[in-house]
């Protein structure tokens, strides 16, 4: 077999296709009813203690609504890879929504994230093209989790811009979403400043804190230069349903633009093409 044709079939492979019922007609895909209605459901949670809520109460709240939108994080990744709804408006409607708990902009993950780190993970400092997401020093050597994590949560928005400069188109579409998102934080702000404070803005803080904290482990200390060999895996069941299989990542390295539902499927193929120390079996 010639080198192009194997290659040609080792891509069609990776191929997975949805079966039609697994479609939906106003999602894309049924599988998203269960990361929407969480996601709507949190929300409400905190328009309830924002309407309602004493400043004690809403204190206390901090950290619980933190760590219920730590699992908001990933359904937001999804949908910024693979929108969940057929129509424009609806998924500009749910990128609010999922900005204000998760404290990343829309079309920020769009930029930072689908532009910048998947097309340059396997470049690491001081590669002229560096990973949006590195875990590399400017000298190469690797950072301590504490340090990445704070490094991206620092330097997240001058990437973005840095990378939408690159992509016009998207960078338009994150600059005027920062109307309606800024807009909706101002009127919070204006009518109930402490509360808007206290259930939105410094829970999304930290859960943007924990998003770069989770990622670490993704890449951190791999100098592969092949997605199949370049990414930690998490093979749990449970850590898997609370994430949307963001555990199955080289997969998702493999096909960025594959739902996330359908990644189990793909890993199968692939999984005895991933090393067996990339691939972690308990949940934490
Ligand atoms: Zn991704």
Redesign the pocket.
Known sequence: MEASQAAGSLEASFRITAAPDRRGTILKYKADRGPIAYGVAVFMLRLTLWALATPLICVISVLPLAGLSVFIAPIN?HHQ?VNSFRAAWLNRLYDLLLALQCGVAPYGWVLH??LG??LHYLNQPPHESPDESHWTRADGTKMGIFAYSVHLFLHHQIDMVRVGLRHPRQFRYFLLMKLPLWGLIGVGLWLRPLETVLVFLLPALLTLFHTGWATYEHHAGLTQNDHLDASRNRDNRLYNALTGNLGLHTA??KR?GLHWSLLPELHEKIRDQIPEEQIIKSFW
């Open positions: 990744h890879h994230h689908n780190h998947h998702h390295h960025p």
